[in-house]
């Protein structure tokens, strides 16, 4: 008699955490290293004083299942950088490691394969599509000659469980629809039209409901959900206030949280396991834009 060998499901390989992490950013007169932990009840935490470098439109990802990692980015002096800070499965980030790769901003970063990261796309002085792929120990590899339209201010998220999804953006003609899957192997695929969704840049996205993902706001309040198929469903009239340089990241395991953004908000959005987004919550912590986050634990 053979074994019973149960069917493969997506929550098998879903990178679930609990709780999250917004980090970094510029307050208004000068970029932070600031840190608000969100609890597994999507309560964002006061301040925690910051380590690493401070800088504004970096990003974020998780890696090895529990922990994550910040990256890249802009400070005032030298200007773009290609330093990373990893981040405990307690919360707690980690020092500067020397970078990896081309120095840039306004890049994208998602969780892929369940335990690994990719960087994507962004600014080194023109835009780019290169991408540089996170190990499950969080070591950041060396440039990968880019797939895709080159663009900046870009968002990523997970779907389906152990892929990911880069989307929208600003190419060197404006905002864009644009998106590009992300294989369980870290492979990016070649452009796809989202003709659904309004074309904008500075925006961010997040998993929700175990296996699909949400791209929300980029100066304005409209959101587009992501299938477990990768497919961007249209815009949804947005909820909450209109803003951009905002950050997004998973908590609770099937929920996500928008927080932050332009004119020094420390405002948040959470969203609920189906993809509905709540309105405002009052923020905590230092408002601000450009600003990254992640899911851990």
Known sequence: MFPIIPASSASSKVLQNSEGIFGYGNAGVTAVATTNLVSNAGVVATDVTGVGTTRNMLAACGYGEDKGIFGYGYLAAPGRVSMTNLVSNT???????????????????????????????????????????????????????????????????EYDGDKGIFGFGQDAAGGVSITNLVSNAGVVASDQAATTGTAR???????????????????????????????VASDVTGVG???????ATEYDEDKGIFGFGYGTLSMTNLVSNTGVVASDVTGVGTGRFGVAACSFN
């Open 241 to 247: 206030t209109a803003r951009w340089g905002l950050a």
């Open 91 to 157: 919360g707690v980030v980690a020092t500067d490691v020397t970078g990896v790769g081309m120095d840039r901003e306004g890049l994208g970063a998602c969780v892929y394969g369940g335990d690994k990261g990719i960087f994507g796309f962004g600014e080194p002085g023109a835009v780019t599509d290169v991408t540089n792929l996170v190990s499950n120990a969080g070591v950041v590899s060396t440039d990968v000659t880019g797939v895709g339209t080159a663009r900046r201010s870009i968002a990523a998220c």
């Open 201 to 231: 840049s500075n925006l961010a996205a997040c998993s929700y409901g175990g296996d699909k993902g949400i791209f929300g706001f980029g100066g304005s309040d409209t959101t587009n959900l992501v299938s477990n198929a990768g497919v």
